[in-house]
């Protein structure tokens, strides 16, 4: 999951702040072991980027070993360190945060989630690139939606996106078959989505209806990709008032798109909690609910079929028949009755990074037109620049990237602000609530208290 991303692939307290002491203690050590020594080498930049968890997902690694060896043939003498990390995604970010604090572990170039940088920025790990990329002609073919994902409250520029995404429906057409469901099957309204996983549950036994990405340890699938799709259903700016400048509390709409979660789990249209609350729910999904029959219908993202494809880590030639998309309805069907959350990956440079301006050619090589195309086919991205949306290549990559892509003029980007961090982390303390069996006003109500610290 990406989430993403996503992403994107949020929290009151920064994420590495939610750890322990000895946690916090250990993870320093890490990155002391990873990166240093190296920072006085001035032929050499270190780039950090997250491995999945899953030994089998490798493709980020060949791909950054490829554009490896493209730098050092065109830069004579220079070399590349590549730093993966392989850690759930909270645990990245707070590694990567204790890296960044000091110039003695800090990379040079580091792999962010748009919903961090802002967080990052604020605590000062971040530098601007507006120099750099007042220079670079490639920038101008960035759309101008995923300029502004990297984009600081003071109007300069802390990264370069390279790709985007958005979240549907995927569902099983042979389940739905049995199921009695129709296998073009375009819910209205969030009931209608409701009732099909209660025709599942009722008609295909052993078999999850519908998966919602939930709780705390799922991090920004279970707030952005799980909750925010039903939230930004519900009307307009729910979760941040801009006109105000303030976070929604109160509101008619969070209840009801907790209650729409804690229906799920409460009915069991979903996974048991105990796996529901998984970190690794993301990974199981793909290698073995979906390819296995196991889930009717999930709540997931653009990139999902990546897993699925020749070489992948779950290689599943029949997945494109097999699987329908659906866009996500609005709550009621009201206009524009279709949702999706967008998130994406940007490549930052510390503040504290030892070789900035090393750090950006190489920047510059990941984003040839070439290496561009290959990169939004191999993580299955929605392409964010014009030349490589364009790319034939790219348009035949991936079963369904014409429905996801149509999809972008319904999407929502999380709000931009140092403070999301914490209003994520309150989101998916309130979807544990609920997904446990505790009430939807009091989740509310808690999630509410956590948000009034930030106003004061």
């Known amino acids: 999951m990406r989430p993403t991303a996503p992403a994107p692939r949020s929290r009151p307290i920064r994420p590495g702040r939610r750890f322990s002491l000895i946690l916090a203690a250990s993870l320093m050590a890490g990155a002391l072991a990873g990166c240093g020594g190296s920072a006085g080498d001035p032929d050499t930049v270190k780039v950090a980027y997250n491995r999945s968890t899953d030994n089998k997902i490798r493709f980020k690694d060949a791909f950054l070993e490829s554009v490896r060896e493209q730098f050092e043939q065109a830069h004579p003498g220079k070399k590349v360190r590549l730093v993966p ?102 819910p209205r309204n969030w009931a209608e989505v409701l009732d099909a996983a209660r025709s599942v549950r009722r008609k295909v036994p052993g078999v999850i209806p519908l998966n919602v990405y939930t709780g705390k340890a799922a991090g920004e699938a279970a707030a952005m990709q799980g909750f925010e799709m039903l939230l930004y259903g519900t009307g307009a700016n729910p979760l941040y008032d801009t006109a105000a400048k303030k976070w929604v509390t109160g509101s008619r709409g969070f209840r009801d798109a907790l209650d729409f979660v804690r229906t799920v789990y409460a009915e069991k249209l979903g996974p048991d909690p105990s796996d529901a609350l998984d970190p690794n729910v993301g990974t199981r999904l793909a290698t073995d609910w979906m390819p296995n029959g196991k889930l009717a219908i999930a709540l997931d993202g653009s990139w999902l079929g990546q897993n699925w494809i020749d070489k992948g880590p779950k290689e599943w030639p029949a997945w494109s028949t097999v ?46 037109k070439e290496n561009a195309v290959r990169w939004d086919i191999a993580d299955a991205q929605i392409a ?73």
């Open 323 to 368: 699987l329908g998309r659906a866009a996500m309805p609005t709550q009621y069907g009201q206009a524009p009755g279709k949702v999706s959350l967008s998130g994406g990956w940007t490549w930052a440079v510390p503040a504290k990074a030892a070789h900035p301006d090393l750090a950006f050619d190489f920047v510059k090589t990941l984003q040839t």
């Open 85 to 186: 990390i392989q850690a759930a995604d909270n645990d990245y970010a707070a590694k990567v945060q204790q890296m960044m604090r000091s110039p003695k572990t800090a990379p040079d170039l580091v792999y962010e989630d748009t919903f961090r940088v802002n967080s990052d920025i604020a605590a000062g790990y971040l530098r601007p690139l507006d120099d750099q990329l007042s220079r670079w002609d490639l920038w101008g073919r960035f759309a101008e939606t995923a300029k502004a994902a990297a984009r600081a409250e003071d109007g300069r520029t802390y990264g370069v996106p390279d790709g985007t995404d958005t979240r549907g429906l995927w569902f099983n057409k042979e389940i739905f078959a049995k199921a009695g469901l129709p296998t073009n099957w375009q």
């Open 384 to 456: 964010v620049r014009q030349d490589v949306a364009a790319d034939p290549a790219y348009l035949r990559s991936v079963p369904g990237i014409a429905f996801f892509t149509g999809l972008v003029p319904f999407t929502h980007y999380r709000p931009a602000l140092p403070d999301y961090p914490q209003v994520s982390t309150a989101i998916g303390e309130a979807m544990e609530s609920v997904t446990t069996g505790g009430s939807t006003d009091s989740a509310a109500h808690a999630y509410d208290d956590q948000l009034a610290s930030l106003t004061r």
